[in-house]
């Protein structure tokens, strides 16, 4: 016998709630359930669809600028519009890509890891390169987006607005894209759009379509498979306060390795404690038999030390920018008296060609030592990133 509760939304707290109890409630519940169910197998149907047409599109769309541009200089042969063929990655078979221009690098990814891997071993730092801690990270990651996660989580969507206002991109690389919806939206927009995400659950339990056609890959983010100075446009949102201390610069110079000459990035960082690495946060989750030296916030730092840091990589403040989407984020109805301290448009330069002695930028009416925070102590890993070459 079902129950079906009736009330109107939003309620403004005058209204009544009639509940109905009916012989034929249980009948009139599974007919609608097998209904939702078929309508929802088609709504994924169109999107995987949806999603290949626009890749396809894509593609069309950069041989005819090519062929456009050859024709407006005649003394120049016209390009080869032949498709890419990358050297197969570990976690790539030649049937995923057949067809494909996914852009792959040419280096080999095994000995890369081995590489990195030498340092956090000897001093036993948690890392996702140190094969005693990932481990325990994936398990980690796994049960946090399990908890937290759906098919359209997306904490990098709400800003899409403000950002095809500031920038001009065509590709663009989600770093850290969690279930792949901000991908998603991406390539509906006419993207060229990939990602990567560390944690294994919620791209093979949202995203295996995006698995299995190479836009999305299971790698942390000092191990992305693309190619040198491939993309325009960097975003990670709510990420960086995940990767371990040991990880930070590292990913940061992945990201440098990556993106174009002077491309655009723009990171948000959480700068608070996860409520997950509160003694009572782990108690009243399912994260309680975690091990409290691993944190899900492993980087909680200021902003200066974030800029700092990126500063020192490559990576420069664009106060600029900032403005801009704070600006329009407040036209579209965020608060107007919270610029947040986590957001950080940065443009790459070359390392060192900039002072990093004074990296933040106070907004109008912040106090510096609030707002920016203290500086990075201690030396910063500048060594050049391992490339494809």
């Known amino acids: 016998m079902a129950l079906f509760a009736f009330s109107s939304f939003p309620s403004t707290g005058n209204e009544q709630t009639v509940v109905y109890n009916s012989p034929q409630g249980d009948e009139k519940v599974a007919s609608l359930t097998r209904i939702i169910g078929k309508l929802h197998e ?14 396809q599109v894509n593609a069309v769309g950069k041989q005819v600028g090519q062929v456009q541009q050859a024709q407006a200089q005649p003394s120049v042969a016209l390009p080869v519009l ?13 049937e995923d890509l057949e067809g494909s221009k996914v852009p792959l690098s040419q280096r080999s990814d095994i000995s890369r890891e081995n590489m990195v891997q030498k340092g956090s071993q000897a001093d036993g730092k948690h ?14 990651y796994n049960e946090y987006h399990r908890l937290r996660s759906g098919y359209d989580s997306c904490h990098g969507c709400r800003y899409l607005p403000a950002l095809y206002k500031t920038y001009k991109f065509d590709s663009v690389f989600d770093a850290g894209c969690g279930t792949g919806f901000l991908v998603r939206e991406l390539l509906k927009s006419g993207k060229e759009a990939y990602g990567v995400e560390a944690a294994s659950l919620p791209l093979e339990t949202y995203a295996k379509d995006l698995l299995d056609n190479n836009t999305v890959f299971i790698r942390p983010l000092h191990m992305t498979p693309f190619k040198d100075e491939y993309f325009d446009f960097i975003l990670s949102t709510e990420v960086f306060e995940h990767v371990p201390m040991a990880d930070v610069d590292r990913s940061i110079k992945e990201l440098y390795r990556v993106a174009k000459p002077g491309a655009k990035a723009f990171v948000t960082i959480g700068m608070g404690t996860s409520r997950f690495d509160t003694k009572d946060g782990r108690k009243k989750s399912d994260v309680a038999g975690f091990d409290m030296s691993f944190k899900f916030h ?14 020192a990589l490559g990576w420069y403040e664009d106060f600029g920018a900032y403005k801009q989407i704070v600006n329009h984020m407040i036209k579209a109805g ?10 950080m448009p940065l443009v790459k330069g070359t390392p060192g060609s900039k002072s990093c002695a004074n990296t933040c930028t106070v907004a109008e009416g912040r106090r510096a030592a609030i ?9 910063i890993d500048t060594s050049t990133p391992i490339s494809e070459s």
Request: with cysteine; aromatic share 10%.
């Open 82 to 94: 032949e498709p890419e063929e990358p050297q197969l990655n570990s976690e790539t078979s030649s």
């Open 127 to 140: 890392s996702w390169t140190n094969p005693e801690t990932k481990d325990t990270y994936m398990k980690m």
């Open 42 to 55: 088609k709504v994924t149907d169109l999107e995987k669809q949806s999603i290949t047409v626009q890749r």
């Open 371 to 379: 707002w920016c925070g203290a500086g990075r102590k201690g030396k």
């Open 298 to 311: 492993e980087t909680v730092q200021t902003r200066r030390w974030w800029l700092d840091t990126f500063c």
């Open 334 to 343: 965020y608060p107007q008296n919270i610029p947040p301290r986590g957001w």
